[in-house]
């Protein structure tokens, strides 16, 4: 099943320490305010990605750039409890990425991201890491990297090696990168951003938005509606409306992270994207139940909300 393929999964992608603090009400400028103990976790869209799928039993490894400093010990101490293989994290260069992030009663957030060590993940990184990319199935990738090493990740992959990218934070997209993400996985803020001027970035319709960026060339597309599931579209056929699961949402932190590791996975072990999408939609139901973004994340063969055991 698996031929000369080590990893199910690649991730290439960022690595943060989130700094969290509780406030009565977000400081305006000038101001000072007190707030909760500091709260230090594990994150980034890349690491987060990581920890998820390595927890859903997938066979993980990740590519990021990480300071030589105690957050970015954190960050691999959190990444080899989950299971993923770090060897090609690199270490040096700048300080590990970090979030600072305030949060008031209403759970509204004000979030400053310093990248750090992400911003130096070059594409001579990933030249170097030829060996990694070919030992993987599947490589996923997000923006809070440098495009320039998203671009070289996607060239480098060559035919055996499937993209699922998910464009967040969102910026426009090199013709080369678009063609191959098989899926391209957005939310409705990420597709209307790359549809500005496009009419159907205009209108309300997820179905309007997968046709207009299947037009963009990639060769699948993946829209996430939140509680509302997802809409799949790979250009043979109608879209399909995946629903979504009802359960109460404690933190969707992180949500977004778990659904794009499990369908990557699950591409990775040979499922069609339907198939993918349905576990995904299970795996970011799980995780908004509980507090936080990676602690939330299931673990293989726990009981996932909307149906049977997953096996791994």
């Known amino acids: ?23 009565e009400r977000r400081p305006r400028a000038g101001e ?50 989950a299971g993923v293989e770090v060897g090609g994290v690199l270490v040096g260069g700048a300080p590990t990425g970090v979030a600072l992030i305030t949060v008031d009663p209403s759970g509204d957030n004000s979030i400053v991201v310093s990248p750090g060590a992400n911003a130096r993940l070059s594409p001579n990184d990933v030249r170097a890491s030829a060996g990694l990319l070919a030992a993987a199935r599947v490589v996923s990738l997000q923006l809070e990297i440098p495009l320039d090493t998203v671009a070289e990740t996607v060239r480098a992959g060559g035919t055996e090696t499937r993209v699922v990218l998910n ?13 191959a993400c098989d899926p391209l996985v957005v939310n409705e803020h990420e597709a209307r951003y790359l ?21 963009r060339g990639p060769r699948s597309v993946v829209v996430t509606l939140g509680a509302a599931g997802a809409l799949l579209a790979d250009g043979d056929g109608p879209a399909v409306h995946v629903p ?21 996975w699950r591409l990775g072990v040979g499922d069609g994207l339907e198939a993918a999408v349905r576990l995904a939609t299970r795996v970011a139901a799980a995780a908004v139940t509980r507090a936080g973004a990676q602690e939330s994340y299931p673990a293989a063969g726990e009981e996932l909300p909307g149906g049977a055991r997953q096996e791994p």
């Open 1 to 23: 099943m698996h031929g000369e393929h080590r990893y199910d999964l690649l991730v290439v992608g960022s690595a943060n320490a989130d700094l969290v603090i509780g406030v």
């Open 167 to 179: 464009p967040s934070p969102p910026a426009p997209l090199p013709d080369d990168v678009l063609a």
């Open 244 to 264: 979504g699961i009802e359960v109460a949402a404690v933190d969707t932190t992180g949500a977004g992270d778990a659904f794009t590791a499990a369908l990557a």
């Open 195 to 215: 549809l500005d001027g496009h009419p159907a970035g205009a209108g309300d319709a997820p179905e309007a938005w997968a046709a207009a960026l299947l037009e």
């Open 32 to 81: 000072t305010v007190l707030g909760s103990d500091l709260a230090t976790h594990p994150g980034g869209k890349g690491a987060n990605q990581a920890v998820a799928a390595a927890r859903l039993g997938a066979r993980t490894a990740l590519l990021a750039r990480v300071g030589d400093d105690a957050h970015g010990r954190l960050l691999l101490d959190a990444q080899r409890a």
